[in-house]
């Protein structure tokens, strides 16, 4: 349809480009996502579990465009490391800041 833009469906649905290029098993990643969730509670401790989880979800989705319900484990992985980023990059490494 003129006037339309269409995004691109070659890949497949919940198939990210870090699920391509990683040798990880499902397993691996699943428990590199816990850890980093436990190494992201510690980092930002006046955040509640479900409010952390919350916004990593919707980074996820504002990322890979779909949050906690269609996200791979290795897309909401790479969600926690750019919310840790984003949180480094606010406070200057500072978490008091």
């Given amino acids: 349809m003129a006037g339309y833009n269409y ?3 070659s890949k497949q649905a919940g198939k990210s480009d870090y699920n391509r290029q990683s040798t990880m098993s ?3 990643i699943r428990a590199e996502l816990f850890a980093a969730f436990q190494e992201l509670s510690l ?3 006046e955040m509640r579990a479900g409010q952390l989880i919350s916004a990593v ?3 996820c989705a504002d990322i890979h465009s779909r949050g906690l319900w269609e996200a ?3 897309e ?3 969600a926690i490391w750019q919310f840790q980023q984003n949180y480094e990059s606010a406070t ?3 978490p008091t800041a």
């Fill in 26 to 28: 499902t397993t691996d």
């Fill in 7 to 9: 995004w691109d469906l």
């Fill in 76 to 78: 909401l992985l790479e």
């Fill in 92 to 94: 200057d490494g500072d």
């Fill in 72 to 74: 791979t484990d290795a």
């Fill in 43 to 45: 980092q930002v401790p």
């Fill in 57 to 59: 979800g919707e980074l």
